[in-house]
């Protein structure tokens, strides 16, 4: 079975700064994903970026970049450059590749200070 | 891309009656959806995995006779509540997977929000 735990229910950012979320997993298998979602006021669930689990480089979307430490099974996601837009619950979901559903994580959700 | 619709957005039924949530791949197949509940605050837990055109595949502790889900055609999933109680309200979003992606993304709906008098 895998788990994902994210160990921070809140954090919070002044705007423009660089905010690290943290989350880490636990699974036996070797071919995974990774990924962040956000989850604004509006409830939408959106992504954020994605990780191939058999990729060592780690994935950048614009402001967003993860540091991926397989070893350690750590999944963090970096913000940078902070926007009040950014303000949301993130979750973060571990997927076996073939295996379809997702195990999400507890949350942590972000304020922004202007 | 990747747009994935739900209706109704809101939905309030009194006690015992059913109710159906459309869930749908506007622009993009899917032959496997997802549906999910969040409470409030909450993280999102998994009911069942809808396979279009077998039967859906029902998380641990999820009745399947209380929540009947049908995946009819490659765009469209629908779950449908049935004798609706209080205990059933909550917020229920549905996600697809594009068939033809490997990527194992899946792409959620803006959930429908249900609240049972």
């Known amino acids: 079975a895998q788990t994902v735990t994210q160990s921070q229910p809140e954090m919070s950012v002044q705007e423009a700064e660089t905010v690290t979320l943290s989350c880490t997993y636990d699974t036996s298998e070797s071919d995974y994903y990774l990924f962040w979602y956000k989850q604004p006021p509006s409830r939408q669930m959106i992504l954020v970026i994605r990780q191939e689990a058999y990729k060592q480089q780690n994935a950048t979307e614009n402001r967003f970049s993860v540091n991926f430490q397989k070893a350690a099974k750590s999944f963090s996601l970096k913000i940078s450059d902070s926007q009040l837009g950014d303000a949301a619950m993130y979750f973060c979901a571990c997927g076996r590749i073939g295996a379809q559903k997702l195990v999400f994580g507890q949350g942590t959700r972000l304020t922004i200070n202007p | 891309g990747a747009v994935v619709s739900q209706h109704p957005s809101r939905v309030i039924c009194k006690s015992g009656t059913s109710v159906k949530i459309e869930c749908r791949s506007l622009d993009f197949q899917a032959t496997t959806m997802f549906w999910y509940r969040q409470f409030p605050k909450q993280s999102l837990m998994l009911m069942a995995t809808?396979?279009?055109?077998?039967?859906?595949?029902?998380e641990q502790g999820v009745e399947k006779d209380k929540f009947l889900i049908n995946h009819a055609s490659l765009t469209l999933s629908t779950l449908t509540v049935t004798s609706a109680h209080p205990e059933d309200s909550s917020f229920y979003i549905c996600?697809?997977?594009?068939?033809?992606?490997?990527?194992?993304?899946?792409?959620f709906g803006p959930g429908t929000r249900l609240l049972v008098l």
């Open positions: 809808s396979n279009e055109g077998s039967k859906a595949t029902y």
């Open positions: 996600s697809a997977r594009d068939a033809r992606s490997e990527q194992e993304t899946q792409y």
